[in-house]
């Protein structure tokens, strides 16, 4: 037997538990994965709450939880080239991640990457969703050098990443953010803004020259800003708008991404030109704690929690 996460009903942290489980084994064409830590994403309790977005990505009662893992390879089935037993690895398993043992086919859609010697689980276990996220979001409105983009929600687990990545392709970063993390904004290169009613003007007063690109992480506030500015709508993309975002902008997601987009971001960390903030750590025993302060929506980077 071994351990996961599981609810059998949606609704909030109290749903979630911690049980014995049949322990999983790997199968031709797949490997086991012992689970060292997981990154959690809001993504993550929109999926155990909301059965509607639920079955937009085939999830079924009764659940496992969470997606992003780090760990080692622990076992290797027929078929699976490039992957031995004690290989450091991370990756993405929807509705999965969160157990003693996950089992993954190495090279599907999120494909296992292996880890690099100088990252740690932790930072490790952050990066499938949010790194993907932040570089599809980006790509989707082609940010490069000399651009002025502002970011909303900069301060949150896509955010951080999507900041940093735009100050590396050269791009001046204005970030929407409350008050109290305005300082934490600036640690990454991007001049903050408070978010909520006014924005443009704030905008406006920040970057008197203009804006020439938006992403928008959370809702549509930033969206709509940048329409105020004139920004064009195929230079503003959206991440969680749904499939129709205001103003005709460009709707996202991990699952655009390139295969080559988290290995770029890899090479950057190792390379000290992207920093992972990790806000705070959980034991798995403690699921439910971790997951409320995720679903408050003010956390200042990723919330991991250990296995």
């Known amino acids: ?10 609704g909030g942290p109290e749903v979630l538990e911690l049980r014995e489980v049949p322990e999983p084994h790997a199968g031709a064409h797949e490997v086991r994965v012992r689970v060292a830590a997981v990154g959690l994403n809001p993504m993550d309790w929109i999926l155990s709450s909301m059965p509607e977005v639920a079955e937009r990505f085939g999830i079924t009662l009764p659940s496992g939880f969470a997606t992003d893992f780090a760990g080692t390879v622990d076992e290797v089935g027929e078929g699976v080239p490039g992957f031995a037993v004690g290989d450091r690895v991370h990756g993405a398993a929807t509705g999965r991640a969160a157990a ?4 993954v086919d190495p090279f599907g859609a999120n494909a296992l990457q292996h880890t690099p010697a100088e990252i740690g689980d932790e930072v490790a276990g952050t990066l499938a969703v949010a790194g993907r996220t ?11 050098a000399g651009d002025t983009v502002l970011i909303g929600g900069a301060a949150g687990g896509v955010g951080v990443f999507a900041v940093q990545l735009a100050k590396l392709a050269g791009a001046r970063v204005i970030g929407t953010a409350s008050e109290g993390t305005h300082d934490f904004l600036r640690r990454f290169g991007a001049e903050p803004v408070t978010y909520g009613p006014g ?7 920040t970057a008197p020259d203009g804006v020439s690109a938006a992403i928008d992480l959370f809702g ?7 329409l105020a500015l004139d920004v064009p709508a195929q230079r503003i993309s959206t991440v969680a708008a ?8 460009r709707a996202t997601g991990g699952v655009d991404a390139r295969p080559e987009d988290l290995e770029r971001i890899t090479e950057a960390i190792v390379a000290g030109e992207i920093t992972v903030p990790i806000a705070a750590t959980y034991p798995v025993e403690r699921i439910r704690e971790a997951v409320r302060l995720q679903a408050g929506r003010h956390v200042h980077g990723k919330i991991v929690v250990k296995l």
Do not use: C, I, W
Request: charged residues 20%; hydrophobic residues 50%.
């Open 1 to 10: 037997m071994s351990r996961a996460v599981v609810y059998e009903t949606f």
């Open 100 to 103: 003693d043992f996950v089992v």
């Open 134 to 144: 932040a570089s599809a979001a980006l790509a989707a409105v082609d940010v490069k």
């Open 199 to 205: 924005l443009a003007d704030r905008v406006r007063g």
């Open 220 to 226: 549509t506030e930033t969206a709509e800003a940048a």
């Open 242 to 249: 749904g499939p129709n975002p205001p103003g005709g902008v």
